[in-house]
């Protein structure tokens, strides 16, 4: 049959409308988008048949109609949805960074539904300060006496730097001149802050004399950078933050300490080295502390400022601070977040971040030597078995950031790896893994237990 004849037989989008799928989409979405992805499906059938030319026929109108469903209800799905983290990542930037404990899942939840406290003072009836009620969570728990929340660390950065250093040296050792996930740059941000960057030392060695050498009349802080993804080792030395204070008490000049993470306890216990605690920079005698509130801390997106009262206000009237200034919602899970630090035994708790990194290896094997058999049992999947391996606490792969984990090592039964991979992470529930020789490897350290049958669940729903 010639194109023009198929055309013609294909059903309006009026006939579609009646079919029992999409009159259902009609009442549960709307008619419009029932209309625009019906035209759409249309429009892809039409050039179709016009290629190809008689050599396939026109789908009949239940056919049509469920594929036209299938497409809806793919384009309805969020653009945000939740996903099992599997990679051993604990803090996957592409993942969302740390989950929410329940506690400020709540609190965001109310306070955004309704109208809330946030500029108001409900005893006098006068407007306050947004982040007041955080302020004086962070000064107790750090010891700082004065704080700031904006939108990130990157934000906080530059606001140090713009209202305390702007046209003036910062002075900061080429060892610590980090990269951040690609897109943070410590140059780049000096830059755009208007402060300007004075390297001193070298990538593996910086001294005391350097940063002395350095300075000069234009100088106005001295600065140190944790360097969150990578390490100098072996013939390396770096300056601690109490050397850096002592100098720049001495020549009167601002101490900058950009820490990364920052930490509210101490989470060497939990096998890491060298990660900073925001208190113990303070107590050093930090003039400014900054760090992430999605990182150690297992809160939202957000940037920490800490530092001395008169510093603070300076930067709080920059107009920067406003425009990087945080939302009702950061606030409601950041102050529930924070609450919980009260008591670190709570803390650890309820704080997902904490939950993850403190599970004993010993219940991550028990889960994965009860998992891996029901995984086995599945058609997609040709072996599933327990192994020891390694997690990460970042992207970078720093071996002082390590801890034990197990993980199920799948081999598919028919697909290749990628493809597996795939299926998992476009499942109804994505699961993402990480792919290694030839396995793909799904890391409990990561999986909260709550997770675990949804996983089996997801692999068992995979056809081979
Ligand atoms: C993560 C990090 C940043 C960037 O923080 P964001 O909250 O992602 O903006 C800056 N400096 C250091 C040392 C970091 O580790």
């Known amino acids: 049959m010639k194109s023009s004849h198929l055309l013609r037989n294909i059903p309006s989008v009026s006939d579609l ?19 625009e992805g019906a035209r759409s499906v249309l429009d892809d059938l039409r050039q179709e ?5 008689g050599d396939m026929p026109v789908p009949a109108v239940g056919e049509l109609a469920e594929r036209i469903a299938r497409k809806i209800l793919r384009d309805e799905r969020p653009v945000l949805r939740p996903v099992i983290n599997a990679t051993g990542v604990i803090l996957h930037t592409g993942l969302g960074r740390a989950p ?9 939840v109310v306070n955004s539904r309704d109208y809330c406290s946030l500029e108001f003072d409900l005893a006098s009836s006068a407007r306050s300060h947004r982040t007041l009620a955080v302020q004086h969570l962070l000064t107790q728990l ?3 006496e004065a704080a700031l929340v904006v939108n990130n660390n990157a934000a906080a950065t530059l606001l140090v730097l713009t209202s305390l250093a702007d046209g003036r040296h910062v002075i900061v050792s080429r060892g610590q001149l980090v990269e951040i996930g690609g897109s943070y740059r410590l140059p780049e941000i000096m830059a755009a802050s208007g402060a300007l960057l004075r390297e001193v030392g070298t990538t593996n060695k910086t001294h005391p004399r350097d940063y002395q050498g350095a300075i000069d009349e234009s100088t106005a802080a001295l600065m140190r950078v944790h360097t969150s993804n990578y390490r100098v080792m072996g013939f390396a030395s770096d300056v601690s933050i109490q050397s850096l204070v002592a100098i720049g008490r001495e020549h009167r000049l601002l101490v900058i300490d950009d820490i990364g993470s920052g930490a509210l306890l101490d989470v060497n216990q939990f096998g890491f080295s060298q990660e900073p605690l925001a208190r113990a920079s303070i107590e050093a005698g930090a003039d400014v502390a900054m760090f992430s509130g999605d990182k150690l801390l297992g809160g939202p997106q957000c940037g920490i400022i800490l530092g001395r009262r008169e510093l603070i206000e300076k930067m709080s009237r920059h107009p920067l601070a406003r425009a990087v200034r945080v939302g009702k919602m950061t606030l409601a899970a950041l102050s529930a977040t924070l609450k919980l630090y009260r008591d670190p035994d709570t803390a650890r708790r309820f704080i997902p971040v904490l939950q993850l990194l403190s599970t004993p290896v010993d219940n991550l094997k028990n ?4 998992l891996a058999p029901q995984l086995n049992a599945c058609a997609a999947i040709g072996e599933a078995r327990a192994m020891e391996d390694v997690a990460f606490l970042g992207g970078g792969s720093l071996p002082t950031q390590q801890l034990p984990t197990w993980c199920i090592a799948l081999t598919p039964q028919t697909a290749t790896v990628e493809q597996l991979a795939k299926s998992l992470r476009t499942a109804e529930a994505p699961v993402v893994g990480r792919i290694r020789q030839n396995q793909l490897l799904l890391d409990l350290r990561t999986v909260f237990p709550r997770q675990d049958q949804q996983l089996v669940q997801t692999i068992r729903a995979l056809s081979d």
Do not use: F
């Open 367 to 370: 889960r994965a030597e009860r």
């Open 49 to 53: 048949l016009q290629q190809k030319a």
């Open 17 to 35: 409308l009646e079919s029992p799928p999409l009159k259902g989409l009609v009442e549960r979405i709307s008619h419009n988008v029932v209309v």
């Open 100 to 108: 929410l404990a329940e506690q400020a899942v709540d609190d965001v």
């Open 142 to 144: 750090t010891g700082a």
